[in-house]
């Protein structure tokens, strides 16, 4: 597996390569993860999964092609230790291997830079540095790969339009159904978010919506996570009056994660982008009741008031109301939550995932 994000896993597409790993030890496979480190290299063991930290210097906006050339080194010179190359992207470096290539395309780039809100000149070389890195390292994915999947219709609906990849198969996200499962009696009453605090996610809506909420209900927001918009949104948070009501909890455990989300009243997703967002099926396997913007895969999960419900992006007078729905009808809360949980347990464990990556994988090894 060749990623580019922290492991043990921070977000979404970490943790979709990190899952798959584990199950793929358990079924007796080895397997190992190739992703950015420090100054030095480091290996180590998680969970039977063999970690390489390849050592990346921070110089950005180049830090993708120097871990492409550390990745492709790498692999060159260990070349008879595998069998087979798994890229999770988008800005993971273009892999070049004797071995069959499976590429997992998350989300597009296109889309979710315009997703980036400002034209500060943090944001304008943001937005400058992932087009044209991402153009290159899409396209070239899709060039190298024997097989390429992605996460929803959605997404691979933009490969095509962006990239002119018209043949990526849709392998969903999964969830340790085990794992996160509900918790009993929820004990508290507050609504959570969880994710990284960054543009395409829609966060400024959500505190929006929460207020007339807080006046109506009084109940607590939770923001969970990290990311570039935090300061931002606490001036948000302050000038709108909602400080004693709106916590935000910076990076948590995972176990602490789950008892969140077993607790939480509701789970809300105000993205404006979102490729097949994992804290969604997450919260579902738990039992949480969710509201979910209408983007990317969620539209794909979400039967509309059967397993959750479903908002247009960027209208927090429609998330005011969804939120006002929940709140105000448990019985709608525990059949949405018990449906939510059944959908997961059908659809998205890690075992089905599984199954479909082991036919690309030997689809791949019988196309190269």
């Known amino acids: 597996m060749v990623q580019s994000t922290p492991c043990p896993p921070e977000e979404g597409i970490g943790n979709y390569a990190f899952n798959l790993s584990r199950e793929l030890v358990?079924?007796?496979?080895?397997?190992?993860?190739?992703?950015?480190?420090?100054?030095?290299?480091?290996?180590?063991?998680?969970?039977?999964?063999?970690v390489v930290q390849l050592p990346c210097p921070p110089l950005y906006p180049f830090h993708v092609d120097v871990h492409g050339v550390l990745v492709n080194r790498f692999l060159s010179r260990t070349a008879d230790r595998f069998d087979l190359v798994h890229t999770h992207t988008p800005l993971t470096p273009v892999v070049e291997s004797q071995h069959p290539l499976v590429s997992t395309i998350h989300t597009s780039v296109v889309e979710d830079v315009d997703h980036i809100d400002g034209w500060n000149?943090?944001?304008?070389?943001?937005?400058?540095?992932?087009?044209?890195?991402?153009?290159?390292?899409?396209a070239g994915q899709g060039a190298t790969a024997d097989r390429i999947t992605t996460v929803s219709g959605q997404v691979g609906r933009e490969l095509a339009r962006h990239y002119g990849i018209e043949n990526a198969?849709?392998?969903?996200n999964g969830v340790d159904a085990e794992r996160f499962r509900p918790g009993g009696e929820r004990d508290e009453e507050y609504l959570l978010y969880v994710g990284r605090l960054a543009y395409p996610k829609g966060i400024p809506d959500l505190l929006?919506?929460?207020?007339?909420?807080?006046?109506?209900?009084?109940?607590?927001?939770?923001?969970?996570?990290?990311?570039?918009?935090?300061?931002?949104?606490?001036?948000?948070?302050?000038?709108?009056?909602?400080?004693?009501n709106v916590t935000f909890t910076g990076y948590v455990s995972r176990?602490?994660?789950?008892?969140?989300?077993?607790?939480?009243?509701?789970?809300?997703?105000?993205s404006h982008y979102e490729g097949l967002p994992t804290v969604l099926l997450e919260a579902m396997a738990c039992g949480t009741p969710v509201v979910a913007t209408e983007v990317?895969?969620?539209?794909?999960?979400?039967?509309?008031?059967?397993?959750?419900?479903?908002?247009?992006?960027?209208?927090?007078?429609?998330l005011t109301d969804a939120i006002d729905t929940l709140l105000g009808d448990a019985k709608l809360r525990d059949q949405l939550g018990a449906n939510a949980r059944q959908t997961i347990l059908e659809q998205?464990?890690?075992?089905?995932?599984?199954?479909?990556?082991?036919?690309?994988?030997r689809l791949a090894r019988t196309e190269q």
């Open 208 to 244: 929006k919506a929460v207020k007339p909420i807080v006046e109506t209900h009084g109940v607590e927001l939770k923001i969970t996570g990290k990311g570039p918009q935090r300061e931002q949104l606490e001036r948000q948070v302050e000038r709108s009056g909602l400080g004693d």
């Open 169 to 172: 198969t849709v392998v969903k």
């Open 348 to 361: 998205y464990t890690w075992e089905t995932i599984t199954d479909k990556f082991e036919r690309e994988y």
């Open 296 to 318: 990317g895969g969620c539209p794909d999960v979400i039967d509309e008031a059967e397993n959750g419900l479903l908002v247009p992006p960027g209208d927090p007078p429609a």
């Open 121 to 138: 000149l943090t944001n304008l070389v943001s937005k400058l540095q992932l087009l044209v890195s991402s153009k290159r390292l899409v």
């Open 255 to 270: 176990d602490r994660q789950i008892r969140l989300y077993q607790n939480a009243t509701g789970f809300v997703l105000p």
């Open 26 to 50: 358990n079924r007796g496979h080895s397997v190992s993860i190739l992703t950015r480190g420090g100054l030095r290299q480091e290996v180590r063991q998680e969970e039977g999964i063999k």
